[in-house]
Antibody, heavy 125, light 110 residues
């Protein structure tokens, strides 16, 4: 069964750090790009970061650039998100999601076909 | 940055058709994907590449995309379709590519 399981969430004070993990199973992890997506309480989905299958290409949302670092260990089938200088507005459920690449008449595209259940991060004093 | 706008809510009676729009500048030139999210659950992909359905998604779900509007259509709506729905595109128009999600639409089955 294809599965993604996040861990590492919790309560942290503003300015603190947290490292999220996402364990992948049931598929060849090293062949897929991956994302982190978050959802603040009562709000919509917000893309956070993308990493290519090899880890050589990385993108961040402007809201987290310079504070968050995405990485992966293909030998351990794991995705990570190091979060530093946390703010109250980073409070959210964080999902890892598998990316699927496609190309067509409109150029290339990505969509997320497998999601984990999420891990909750609360930034509060 | 690229913005996707959805109506906050759509209400529909059981057995009727729900249409959820996703507006964006020349969105017809991009591939649009749709996700369903029920309360307390992770999102689930229901439409990709404008109109393709993943395995296991009922044929009642369909998509279209043209001009400045993409549309998710749910035919013969059932109570179990009540959820939040999000559109998504990959915006590669700048040197800072990113995924963009729509604002989300809550579908209520009357």
């Amino acid at each position: 069964e294809v599965q993604l399981v996040e861990s590492g969430g919790g309560l942290v004070q503003p300015g603190g750090s947290l490292r999220l993990s996402c364990a992948a199973s049931g598929f060849t992890f090293s062949s897929y790009e991956m994302n982190w997506v978050r959802q603040a309480p009562g709000k919509g989905l917000e893309w956070v970061s993308y990493i290519s299958s090899s880890g050589s290409t990385i993108y961040y949302a402007d809201s987290v650039k310079g504070r968050f670092t995405i990485s992966r260990d293909n030998a351990k089938n794991s995705l990570y998100l190091q979060m530093n200088s946390l703010r109250a507005e980073d409070t959210a459920v964080y999902y890892c999601a598998r990316d699927v690449y496609g190309s067509g008449s409109k150029g290339y595209y990505y969509y997320m076909d497998v999601w984990g259940k999420g891990t909750t991060v609360t930034v509060s004093s | 940055s690229y913005v996707l706008t959805q109506p906050p809510s759509v209400s529909v009676a059981p057995g009727k058709t729900a249409r959820i729009t996703c507006g964006g500048n020349n969105i017809g030139s991009k591939s649009v994907h749709w996700y369903q999210q029920k309360p307390g659950q992770a999102p689930v992909l229901v439409i990709y590449y404008d109109s393709d359905r993943p395995s296991g998604i009922p044929e009642r779900f369909s998509g279209s995309n043209s001009g400045n509007t993409a549309t998710l259509t749910i035919s013969r709506v059932e109570a179990g379709d009540e959820a939040d729905y999000y559109c998504q595109v990959w915006d590669s128009s700048s040197d800072h590519p990113r995924d963009v999600f729509g604002t989300g639409t809550k579908v209520t089955v009357l």
